[in-house]
């Protein structure tokens, strides 16, 4: 039984065993099911619907997003999909080191769409454009403490208008609800595993309080928020883009 007083180092068979690519991609679909079943878009969708109703988003271009280790771009996709339906314009660029993902979530993107994938170390990542905001979803929770920090202090300097972490909760109702489900609806053995230890190795508010400090981020610079179901949410809002 996991301590949830403090996170779980147990690695994720994801991220260091391979599979062939076909299996690989229908994991991240299960992955994607699962997102859109606990409603893990929402925050997301909110701290930009924050950004267009507090007049943030830049009028005479389109905002630039990089979405950080952006798996199977579900979530370039599905902020893609609000921003045509609510009138304004985004650019995604989705980074992420493993170079299945671009290809997956590119063969999962309509034409025409504009998402560009790229392979690369997030911290290698250099952009010759602005980048309005950083997003990341279900990333942070793979990264121990002194990555993680390094992480908030590239976004601070990355993101021009603002960032969002989009991540779990730390809590023993998800890890053993996680457990159950995946096991009953016989999800890949990936999903079983990678799903309870991802929960055992996310937050609660105090270890993020602490990130941010150590990251060098003033109290109340960033907005911690918690989500139902689960969720543990990170958002900074500096201000327009100059």
């Not at 599979?19 to 893990?40: D, I, M």
């Not at 009028?59 to 579900?74: F, I, M, T």
């Not at 995604?92 to 309509?110: H, K, L």
């Not at 890890?175 to 890949?188: G, I, N, P």
Request: proline share 7%; glycine share 4%; hydrophobic share 45%.
């Amino acid at each position: 039984m996991p301590d949830f007083s403090k996170r779980d180092t147990t690695p994720e068979l994801m991220d260091h065993e391979e599979v062939p690519y076909e299996e690989h991609r229908a994991v991240l679909r299960q992955l994607t099911r699962a997102n859109e079943l606990s409603f893990a878009y929402r925050p997301t969708l909110a701290f930009f619907r924050r950004i267009k109703r507090d007049g943030l988003w830049p009028k005479d271009r389109p905002l630039v997003v990089v979405d950080a280790a952006s798996g199977y771009g579900d979530m370039s996709r599905k902020v893609d999909r609000w921003a045509q339906e609510n009138g304004v314009e985004a650019r995604f660029i989705g980074v992420d080191m493993n170079p299945r993902a671009a290809r997956s979530a590119a063969e999962a993107t309509p034409p025409g769409r504009p998402i560009t994938w790229l392979t690369a170390n997030l911290f290698d990542f250099r952009a010759d454009f602005d980048v309005d905001i950083v997003m990341s979803s279900l990333f942070t929770h793979h990264l121990p403490g002194p990555e993680l920090v390094r992480f908030i202090r590239w976004m601070e300097d990355t993101a021009r208008i603002g960032w969002i972490i989009n991540d779990l909760e730390r809590h023993p109702l998800p890890y053993y609800f996680l457990k159950a489900a995946f096991f009953a609806t016989r999800q890949h053995r990936f999903m079983r595993h990678d799903g309870p230890v991802s929960v055992a190795s996310a937050f609660k508010r105090e270890d993020w309080q602490r990130l941010l400090a150590e990251a060098g981020l003033a109290p109340g610079a960033a907005s911690i928020e918690a989500w139902t179901p689960f969720r543990l949410c990170v958002t900074r809002v500096k201000g327009a883009a100059a």
